[in-house]
């Protein structure tokens, strides 16, 4: 095992390498430390902002706006990237120490040594935690329980700083990011937190409550703030960034991911296959088009500000072949093998162009949050088929109206959850399956999906 992206969390969720984490405590601890960066983002300001700027720049063309972004992105990100990520290992690795200690020692060798996590992100000052003996009133797994949480607490509080008299965009406000780091850099006030707890009796970190926790920063003085407030900072972002920018509403860019269950967590998220990575080349004629494809091409289809996007994917030559003809749809969808779509823009391409339907298409549900699971009880589906990609995971398809199949690549551990929890009234079926796609679509679907063992 070696130091690299295992998982990711960005604008659709926490994600998981299908490739990469190859067995159960694998997949359990990913799983573990990418929800605590979506926790850490959705509990407190600089969390919100470092996300929003993120999804502005992924979202929006303009390059000048995009250049601007960038860089109050980059700057606001450095002020947090510590915490982020060596409160992610920490966690990651308290669970792994309490379930399989080989894998725990494996995962901690890796860290060791990589330069990334333990330098840079300033994991080694996190380190004296995975030695503390616990206590004989606390069994193990309360103890370590106790450690991750009370950590996972100071990491927000020091993330949760006041943005509210700031303007991000007026130049100030980087400034602030090295001349006031008592208040502003997220990075200064958890490590100047954590050095306290190192320099006085270990037995502190058990002892900590909410108002303790407080007790510490301002012992250290530094600034607390109210817990994060989401409807305070749609206000603020809009008026100091989306208005300013001329852009969409904070809405349009993120979702609030308020406090939800460990079942919840676990049910919202999906995984990727990092294997299927495709160059891209643009077609700007309908001759480049005609010359590039081939039957045996699977084509994307989106609905972006008034125009189509085509994306055809050639699976021999690792390449996908970007245009916005329309010639696309009215020439080749009805000869490529397969036709897919994402669910954000489904209803969009359904609305503008109804002949969609008369196609055998595949919907990428994305993730599995709320709105994901509102939109597939919406669609009417009424059976599910799973597809065991490997050990640890597996695609579910959901069939809907018309000739549509709804699929997310998810975790096998997590499916029963979901199931049961959401859909414990659709019946478990195959027939169906082979009837809608014939072998030699499901071919091409699991080249393009699914990655090789």
Known sequence: MSEGEFGKFNFSGVHIDINRNRTECDVIATSLHELTHQILASSSSIGMLDFLLMNIYEVEKDIKLRDKIKQLYERVSKSSIKVQES???????????????KTYFSTLQMYDAGQIYMKEYGFEKLKFLLRIVKPESQDSETFRLN???NIRNIA??????DLYETNPLDGKYMKCLDSNIDKYNANYR????IQYI????????FELTDKKIDDLFYINKLPVCSNFDWNKFIVWANNMICKSLGIKDVNEYINFVEQISVEEQLCSISAYNSSNVFKTKILNSEEEIKSSWTPDDIMY??????????ILVNLDNKTQLLFFNKFALSNLAKEVKLLFMDRNHYDLNILKCPKLTQFDTFVDIGNMDSYARDFIKKENVVDYYIKKVNTNFGIIFFRGDFNTVFFLMY??????ILISKDF??????????????????????????????
């Open 198 to 205: 190192e320099s006085n009796p270990q037995n502190i970190i």
């Open 424 to 453: 414990s009234d659709l019946i478990l079926q195959a027939s169906w399956w082979q009837d809608f796609i014939p072998e030699e679509k499901m071919e091409y679907f699991c080249k393009f999906i699914v990655a090789k063992e």
């Open 190 to 193: 958890f490590k100047k937190v």
């Open 156 to 161: 927000i509080k020091s993330m949760n700083i």
């Open 147 to 149: 450690i991750a949480n």
């Open 87 to 101: 409160t992610a290992v920490l966690i990651e690795l308290l669970m792994l120490k309490s379930i399989d200690e």
């Open 301 to 310: 289809i989106q609905f972006e500000n008034s125009y189509y996007r085509y």
């Open 411 to 416: 975790p096998l551990a997590n499916i029963g």
